[in-house]
């Protein structure tokens, strides 16, 4: 954290410095993330730093478990930051030194309008049509025109002619005209300061070279410029950070991204749909930003690769196939020991972890999230007698139990318990009994597993063992 003064070495060594600001009123929403990521991934790209804050300042909304559900989603994302935390509600006392300061300069001045003058005021201008926004009532009168002791709002006397234009690394020129940016409130009439200023003030004073956020802020930088041109005339050393607007992401169908699109909160991707951070990193990445035909990138390759100009213009589309797809590569290309890690704790009590890890590399050929991984496990842990699907009770008629006593009786006559030896067992068989191989594998899967899908059966079968294979393949044969 710099100064109170202003004064922030990194800036004046133009190093980037780039923040994440959320508000903790709720979870950490995909959005959210991405805006952490882009961040994140730009500071580290130019050897900066990246900061976070938390505007907490709503105090009725904010929460301790938001700002836990926050740090936790940002950590399992993998994205760590340069300094701790900062907290935006305990630097009320420097948000209201800046308005003090402005109002001193007369680049603020104090406006002692009742909340009902304001709502008649904006009756009227609802009833014209006009566009809503203070009226500037206040702007040049005397203070002393105020009854005595009463209460005043400090705003900020914007320009009002001309226009300003921003440079966006992201959306390009963006001009404004200044009439359209009324004089708002800095500093509210219990001492309080605003979000505008709180905003300016802290990144000003973390040094913050590089604003990167959503689209839905663009009008807010035309209402914080004016702070920044007012301090650094008072003070100096108050530069304006280059702002980068990025748009907003939607969902599959291009209507804005809603929970119809899929779960809004980063937590519920790892707790119910089973994504591993590397991939919903990934994913995120390539969320409104492209390099070429990539979509597999690395940790390594992100911060090698991302800039700014890499950055579309347009709406990206969050796409929870896609996202699962590429988790499926994830899965296939991460550590078993990492995987039997976040698998044991969603299956049975006892489960065993060398079994599990042996069972991994066919396991996660097929399997898109570690819900998929769990249940395609399952079998190797239930206890007889299994409890059957469906489609799997129809497999075993009389007809398919007939052939598991078959299979069972050639198997037992089996000394080399290894996937090629059962498999030549199983053709033979089938031969023997003028039968397609999968008129013997189909009851077969039904048997060991209590389902119709699986890894081969081959695999099981090694998977399971002589003893328990047998047993559950006799145990199905005799069910009358």
Same mark, same amino acid.
């Given at each position: 954290?710099?100064?109170?003064?202003?004064?922030?070495s990194?800036s004046?060594?133009?190093?980037?410095v780039?923040?994440?600001?959320?508000?903790?009123?709720g979870?950490?929403?995909?959005?959210?993330?991405?805006?952490?990521?882009?961040?994140?991934?730009?500071?580290?790209?130019h050897g900066?730093?990246?900061?976070?804050?938390?505007?907490d300042?709503?105090?009725?909304?904010?929460?301790?478990d938001?700002i836990d559900?926050?740090?936790?989603?940002?950590?399992w994302?993998?994205l760590d930051?340069?300094?701790?935390?900062?907290?935006q509600s305990?630097?009320a006392?420097?948000?209201?030194e800046?308005?003090?300061?402005?109002l001193?300069?007369?680049?603020a001045?104090?406006?002692?309008?009742?909340p009902?003058?304001l709502?008649?005021?904006?009756?009227?201008?609802r009833a014209?049509?006009?566009?809503m926004?203070?009226d500037?009532?206040?702007?040049?009168?005397?203070?002393?025109?105020?009854?005595?002791?009463?209460?005043?709002?400090?705003?900020l006397?914007?320009?009002?002619?001309?226009?300003?234009?921003?440079?966006?690394?992201?959306?390009?020129e963006?001009?404004v005209?200044?009439?359209?940016?009324?004089?708002?409130?800095?500093l509210?009439?219990?001492g309080?300061?605003?979000?505008?200023?709180?905003?300016?003030?802290?990144d000003h004073?973390?040094?913050?070279?590089?604003?990167?956020?959503?689209?839905?802020?663009l009008?807010?930088?035309?209402?914080?410029?004016?702070i920044?041109?007012?301090?650094?005339?008072?003070?100096?050393?108050?530069?304006?950070?280059?702002?980068?607007?990025v748009?907003?992401?939607h969902?599959?169908?291009?209507?804005k991204?809603?929970k119809r699109?899929g779960?809004?909160?980063?937590?519920?991707?790892?707790?119910?749909?089973?994504? !591993?951070?590397?991939a919903l990193?990934n994913y995120?990445?390539? @969320? #409104?930003? *492209?390099? +070429?035909?990539?979509?597999e990138?690395? %940790?390594?390759?992100a911060?090698e690769l991302?800039d700014l100009?890499?950055?579309?213009?347009?709406?990206?589309r969050f796409?929870?196939?896609?996202?699962?797809?590429?988790?499926?590569?994830?899965?296939r290309?991460?550590?078993?020991?990492?995987?039997v890690?976040?698998?044991?704790?969603?299956?049975?009590?006892?489960a065993?972890?060398?079994l599990?890890?042996k069972?991994?590399?066919?396991?996660?050929?097929?399997a898109?999230?570690l819900?998929e991984?769990?249940?395609?496990?399952g079998?190797?842990?239930a206890?007889?007698?299994?409890?059957?699907?469906?489609?799997a009770?129809?497999?075993?008629?009389?007809?398919?139990r007939k052939?598991?006593?078959?299979v069972?009786?050639?198997?037992?006559?089996e000394?080399?318990?290894?996937?090629?030896? !059962?498999?030549?067992?199983t053709?033979s068989?089938a031969?023997? @009994? #003028?039968? *397609?191989? +999968?008129?013997?594998?189909?009851?077969? %899967?039904a048997?060991?597993t209590g389902?119709?899908?699986s890894?081969?059966?081959?695999?099981?079968l090694?998977?399971?063992?002589?003893?328990?294979?047998?047993?559950?393949l006799?145990?199905q044969a005799?069910?009358?």
């Amino acid at each position: 954290m710099a100064s109170e003064s202003g004064s922030n070495s990194a800036s004046e060594a133009n190093v980037v410095v780039t923040r994440f600001a959320p508000s903790p009123t709720g979870f950490l929403h995909i959005g959210g993330a991405r805006t952490a990521l882009f961040n994140w991934l730009y500071a580290r790209h130019h050897g900066g730093k990246a900061l976070l804050r938390i505007e907490d300042t709503d105090k009725k909304r904010s929460t301790q478990d938001a700002i836990d559900a926050i740090l936790d989603g940002l950590d399992w994302l993998g994205l760590d930051y340069d300094e701790p935390p900062t907290y935006q509600s305990q630097r009320a006392e420097r948000h209201a030194e800046v308005a003090r300061k402005l109002l001193e300069a007369g680049h603020a001045y104090k406006c002692f309008a009742t909340p009902e003058e304001l709502e008649e005021m904006r009756a009227e201008q609802r009833a014209n049509k006009q566009p809503m926004r203070y009226d500037g009532r206040w702007r040049d009168r005397d203070p002393s025109e105020a009854p005595e002791g009463a209460p005043f709002a400090v705003r900020l006397k914007t320009p009002t002619e001309g226009e300003a234009t921003i440079p966006d690394a992201v959306q390009g020129e963006v001009s404004v005209k200044n009439e359209e940016i009324d004089d708002y409130v800095i500093l509210r009439a219990d001492g309080t300061p605003t979000y505008m200023l709180a905003v300016v003030v802290d990144d000003h004073d973390m040094g913050v070279t590089h604003v990167i956020r959503g689209d839905d802020h663009l009008n807010n930088a035309f209402r914080q410029l004016p702070i920044y041109r007012a301090m650094d005339a008072i003070e100096g050393n108050w530069p304006e950070p280059t702002y980068a607007h990025v748009p907003l992401i939607h969902g599959s169908d291009g209507a804005k991204f809603s929970k119809r699109h899929g779960a809004p909160a980063v937590g519920d991707y790892r707790d119910e749909h089973g994504i !591993l951070p590397d991939a919903l990193f990934n994913y995120l990445l390539r @969320l #409104g930003w *492209g390099y +070429g035909d990539r979509e597999e990138i690395t %940790r390594e390759e992100a911060i090698e690769l991302f800039d700014l100009d890499g950055v579309g213009k347009s709406p990206s589309r969050f796409d929870l196939k896609k996202l699962e797809n590429l988790n499926g590569h994830y899965i296939r290309a991460a550590d078993d020991q990492t995987l039997v890690e976040l698998m044991l704790p969603k299956l049975p009590h006892g489960a065993d972890p060398d079994l599990l890890a042996k069972a991994l590399p066919v396991l996660k050929m097929r399997a898109k999230n570690l819900g998929e991984l769990v249940e395609g496990a399952g079998f190797l842990f239930a206890e007889r007698p299994l409890a059957m699907t469906e489609k799997a009770t129809k497999l075993l008629d009389d007809e398919g139990r007939k052939r598991l006593a078959l299979v069972s009786e050639r198997f037992g006559q089996e000394n080399s318990w290894t996937i090629e030896a !059962l498999e030549a067992s199983t053709k033979s068989l089938a031969e023997d @009994l #003028g039968l *397609g191989l +999968g008129k013997l594998a189909q009851p077969m %899967r039904a048997a060991l597993t209590g389902t119709t899908t699986s890894p081969g059966i081959f695999d099981v079968l090694v998977l399971l063992g002589r003893d328990e294979a047998l047993a559950r393949l006799d145990a199905q044969a005799a069910a009358s």
